[in-house]
């Protein structure tokens, strides 16, 4: 991790350092076995090449183990730091923007919703360098997500359309595929909102393999589907699990919330 951390603060210097090494070991090796200049060339094009998608990933890679305690354990605070970590360092805009909707996915589970939505209101995703299609549904997707916690409904309701919009026309293949349980979600709750509780749970029934951390809004939503529907005994045990299963999420804070509503009643 400390090597991968330093490539990230020293992008260009690390580049040329492996890409030097590389050329001098292998370059001997071809050298030694008689090989002619345009295999060394040939190396030397290769070499540059994977460097380069090494170097330009590594920010991805840091990442990932941050991700995954999100996903897989509930747990917003290594995302926190890490996206807070590689946005001093000088990135590009793709890189750039992934941090920042990764850092603002932390600060949205840790219940900052405000800064979160200042964040995302300072890009123009749709002029940035870094806009290829899937970026651009997670941003949208994320900002929705963020203005419905936050009551603008208007604002969610334009973010959402944009982002089903991409994910229709734009995506393809296995990039779509990998969205099928977002949007699922995504419509669930278009459909609480306009009140259709069947809808709801018809939509969430159909969310399979999803990790813990989207596993709990599902069950916080569908949990909020029985307030709505009276069934209280059925709403306090949904509302336990969530609390339980991810104390850290801030689904868990309006959990606790919801509880001691329904408590009251």
């Known amino acids: 991790m400390k090597l ?79 996206t807070m970590e590689l946005m001093e360092n000088k990135n590009n805009e793709a890189e750039r923007l992934n941090l920042i909707i990764n850092h603002c996915v932390a600060l949205r589970e840790m219940g900052e919703l405000e800064r979160a939505r200042d964040m995302l209101e300072g890009i123009d995703i749709d002029k940035s360098a870094g806009k290829a299609p899937y970026i651009q549904f997670v941003y949208y997707h994320n900002y929705a997500d963020i203005c419905r916690l936050l009551g603008d409904m208007q604002r969610c309701k334009a973010l959402y359309g944009r982002a089903m919009q991409i994910y229709e026309h734009q995506l393809k293949g296995s990039a779509k595929d990998s969205l099928r349980n977002i949007v699922l979600f995504d419509e669930a709750q278009m459909l609480y909102d306009d009140c259709d509780m069947e809808g709801v749970l018809d939509k969430l029934d159909k969310i399979k393999d999803a990790p813990l951390t989207p596993r709990v809004e599902v069950e916080l939503l569908r949990a909020r589907v029985f307030i709505k529907k009276g069934m209280k005994k059925e709403a306090m045990a949904g509302l336990d699990g969530v609390i339980a299963t991810a104390p850290k999420l801030y689904a868990a804070r309006v959990a606790s919330e919801l509880k001691m509503k329904l408590g009251e009643q």
Do not use: H, M
């Open 4 to 82: 991968l951390k330093w490539i990230a603060r020293n992008k260009r210097a690390a580049f040329w350092l492996f890409f030097v090494a590389e050329t001098v070991i292998f370059g001997s090796i071809l050298l030694k076995c008689n090989a002619g200049g345009a295999s060394i060339a040939v190396l030397i094009v290769i070499g540059a090449l994977v460097n380069a998608i090494y170097v330009g990933s590594v920010n991805s890679q840091i990442s990932k183990g941050a991700l995954d305690k999100l996903d897989n354990s509930g747990d917003p605070e290594p995302l926190l730091a890490v």
